[in-house]
């Protein structure tokens, strides 16, 4: 099953809780949250704040994507604020083993995401841990992106990954989807599409929501 999560760093911030509502009515079902720190990438977003007053607003599972350096200090922050998976990067922890522990001891689901150059091998150890494996398919930082095709058979080769340790890890997608690349990634084995851009500048983001999902879904049946 295919699961989209937009994401709101595309989205109107005069008016984030209408624009939640309308991607969570339209059925999504992850709300995809960049958070950056200006140092791990080259931007600066919103941080735990944010997360904790959209969670009063929203059911949706928040799905917290740690763009910064020393994630451990900042976990239990943003599970405070409602984090139901927080994804932290592989390049930015120094002990990503120690990071998964903290996440996983709260008991909520742990993420791992790759940068377009990382390659997928270093997941193999910390399988175990991991409920998702973000695969970046633009480099991190700034929404409206082009995806890099590389992306493709990487995405196999983690899938492979993810099989050979007997693991129920899903595969997330991130940067540059569109109904176009959405396919291309779901048949590849990817099952959760983040969608900023795509979603949010379109005129109607519900139905951009429900149109990705179709795309998605008409690689794989
Ligand atoms: C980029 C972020 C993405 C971003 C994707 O660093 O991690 O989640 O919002 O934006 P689009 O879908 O526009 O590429
Ligand atoms: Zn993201």
Redesign the pocket.
Known sequence: MIKVAP?I??ADFTRLGEQVKLVEDAGAEYL?L?IMDGHF?PNISFGPGLVSALRKKSEMIFDV?L?IENPDIYIAEFIAAGADIITVHAESSRHLHRTLQLIKNKGIKAGVSLNPHTSPECLEYIMPMIDLVLVMS?N??????DFIMESLPKIKRIKQIINSASSNAEIQV????TIITAPLVAAAGATVL?????VFNSSDPALAVKQIRRAAESAIK
């Open positions: 994401s760093l595309s995809h960049d990438v994507h763009m633009v991190p930082g700034f929404g409206g992106q991130d940067g540059g989807i983040v969608a900023g851009s795509a």
